[in-house]
């Protein structure tokens, strides 16, 4: 069975590809919002633990 493929209009490819994270979006209702939002949590919360051998660094 061959794959199903969504056609995406270039727009708004192009509108999601040059909006970043901002604090308003954990406020947001879309899916870009809730994705920034959760993507930003993970990745602060990765940079806070340490290395990526989760060392962490004497203050």
Avoid at 6 to 33: H, I, M, W
Wanted: net charge negative.
């Amino acid at each position: 069975m061959p794959k199903k493929r969504n056609k995406v209009n270039p727009e708004d490819s192009r509108n999601v590809a040059e909006r970043g994270y901002e604090p308003d979006n954990y406020l947001g209702n879309t899916q870009f919002d809730k994705g920034m939002a959760e993507t930003h949590e993970q990745v602060s919360d990765d940079y806070k633990e340490g290395t990526i051998d989760r060392k962490l660094e004497d203050k």
